[in-house]
Nanobody
């Protein structure tokens, strides 16, 4: 099974930026779509961005224009650049394939993002 380790979260003020990183223990080259998900307290985990091997992207409406997803297959890494952060972006952020669990990828512990007003 492939493991995922997210990092880069933290406490930031409204309007600030963070760059999240996701390291996969195995190759992600064979996984077409990789995504970032988030789970706010008391809410379900939702997809916020994904990227395909052809560099196609999708963004959830609330983050479009503020977040940018990228991937580096050579390094088995996925990134999420988050700009103009809002309090409603506060959540634990996870990466995984889309759909989750392709080639045995398991959920990591996530990285906490807290945006203070």
């Amino acid at each position: 099974q492939g493991q995922l380790v997210e990092s880069g979260g933290g406490l930031v003020q409204v309007g600030g930026s963070l760059r999240l990183s996701c390291a996969a223990s195995g190759s992600i080259f064979c996984i077409n779509a990789m995504g970032w998900y988030r789970q706010a307290p008391g809410k379900q985990r939702v997809l916020v961005a994904l990227i395909t091997n052809g560099d196609g992207t999708y963004y959830e409406r609330s983050v479009k224009g503020r977040f940018t997803i990228s991937r580096d297959n050579a390094k088995n890494m996925v990134y999420l650049q988050m700009n103009s952060l809002k309090p409603e972006d506060t959540a634990v952020y996870y990466c995984n394939s889309n759909p989750p669990g392709v080639h045995g990828l398991t959920w990591g512990q996530g990285t906490q993002v807290t945006v203070s007003s």
